[in-house]
C-alpha cells in the first residue's frame, strides 16, 4: 500500500476513526503497483476517458486493511510503474507528475458531482497535499449540485508547481490561470488551487496553522492563507495506537507497559546488539527515525555528533532521504564505531525497536508541521528532545522543575537550531536520565498521554457536517 509518512498515516487512520462516528468515509487512491498488489481481489465500478491524451482509466472497488473501503483509480500508464509515488528509482520527479496527479485530482472531482458513474455520492471531497488539490478548483468550475471540498496541508513546502501549458490540457479554463487563480511565479500552482477554491482548509496542528500565515514558513502562500484564516483550522494528528503500543508490538524484542519499563532494557540489548553498538546498558542511547534532509535538521545532527558522543552517549539513526546527508551520516558513524550506528533505508521492524529500546529519541526539525514519532516515542517511555516547532510544540511538555512537579513534563524542547542548542538539549536529558526516580516519572507522563484519532476525527466530522449544511 502506498504510504508516506504523516499523509500516509492520516489515509489510512482518519477515515477509519470517521467511520466509527458513522460517516460514510472511503478512501481514493491511485492504482500503483503496491496498492494494487495490497488490494487482492478487486472489482470493477466504471470506466472513464478524460482529458485529450487520452486516459483510459478504470473505478475498481476494494478495502484497505482496517475495512475502509478503497476505491482505486486504475491507470497503468500513469501508475503502474517502478519506484515512489511521485519519483523514479533514482529519486527524479516523474516527469508527468503533473498528468498523473491531474487525473487524480479530476476523477476525485467528478465523484462529488452530478456526471459521477457511481451510485455513492459524497457530499464532502477531502483533499491531502498537492497531488488532490486541484479538485477544489475543478468543483469551482462544476455546476451545483456538487461536494464541498477540505484541504489538508501535510507540508507547504512541497506545492506540485507545474508548466502553465497544463491548465487547458487538464481541462480548466484559461482565464484560472492568474494572479487570483492557479498562477503563482510564472507556474500553475496545483496547491495554491487547494488553498485558494477549498471550502476549508486544514493543517496538521494548531502551531503549524499560525507558522504558515508567516513569511518564513509560508513559502509564498502566506499572504493566501492570512486571507483565508477564518477557513483555516489547525486539528492534530494522531497515532494508531494499536500499531504503536508496548504492551502488544510483535516487532519489539519484550513488550512492556509503564508499570514494566524495566523491560525496556531487553530492547535496548536488543537494538545494540542488532546495530553492533557498545553492549553498555548505563550509556544513553538516542533514536533518530527521520527523512535525511535538511528540513529535519539532519546537516545539524551530523555537526552536532561527535561531541554527542564524548557526552556520552550513543546514537541510533534510520532512516533515507538526501543522498550527501546520508553520506555525511555514514561518515561520522565509521568514525564512531560502536557509538553511532546509521541504517540507510526503511525498515518497520527496526523503526519500532528504536522506539521501544532508545533512552531518548530526538527530532531536530527546522520545521514539522505536525510529526508523529515524537508521539510514538512518548508511548514508549522514550522522551522526545525536539526542536520546539509546528506539531512538536503541540504534544511535548519541556521537562523543568515546574512540569516535572505537576506532572505534565514529557520532553525536551529547544528553541534555535544550531549543534550548541541541540547539545544543550541532550545533556539536559542526560542529567534527568542520571536521576532515576525523575527520570521514571518523565517516561510515565508520556506514556500516560493519549494521541488517539478520536479528537481529530470529530473535529473533521464537525467541519464536514457544517459544509455540507446539516448543523
Known sequence: MAKVGGLGEVSAALPAALRELQVDARVLLPGYSGVLAAAGN?????????????????????HLQN?????????????????????????????????????????????GSESSPLDWRPQIIHCNDWPVALAPAYLHYTPQPRAASVVTVHNLA???????DLVAALGLPESSFAVDGLEFHGRMSFLKAGLLYADAITTVSPTYAREIQSETLGFGMDG???????SLFGILNGID???????????????????TLDNKLINKQALQQRLQLAQEPGIPLLGVVSRFTQQKGIDVLVEAASRLVELPVQLVALGTGERELEYALRTVAARHPGNIA???????????LIEAGADMFLMPSRFEPCGLNQMYSQRYGTPPIARATGGLVDTIVDCNPGTLRNGSATGFLFNQLTAAELLSAVRRAVAMYRDRSSWRILQQ??????????T?????AGIYARLAGLV
Open 456 to 460: 481529530a476525527a470529530q473535529q473533521y
Open 224 to 230: 493566501l492563507l492570512h486571507l483565508r484564516r477564518d
Open 67 to 111: 475495512g475502509v473501503p478503497l476505491i482505486i483509480l486504475d491507470c497503468p500508464q500513469l501508475y503502474a510503474r517502478a519506484g515512489g509515488p511521485y519519483q523514479n528509482e533514482a529519486g527524479k520527479d516523474w516527469d508527468d507528475n503533473g498528468w498523473r496527479f491531474g487525473l487524480l485530482s479530476k476523477v476525485a472531482a467528478i465523484l
Open 42 to 62: 478487486v472489482r470493477e465500478l466504471a470506466r472513464l476517458t478524460l482529458f485529450d491524451a487520452p486516459y483510459e482509466a478504470r473505478l475498481l472497488m476494494a
Open 241 to 259: 495506537t494499536a500499531v504503536w503500543n508496548p504492551e502488544t508490538d510483535p516487532l519489539i524484542a519484550h513488550n512492556y507497559s509503564a508499570s
Open 342 to 352: 546509521v541504517a540507510i533505508g526503511y525498515d518497520e521492524n527496526l523503526a519500532h
Open 158 to 164: 512541497f506545492q506540485g508547481n507545474f508548466d502553465p
Open 445 to 454: 507522563n508520556g506514556m500516560a498521554r493519549y494521541f488517539g484519532w478520536d
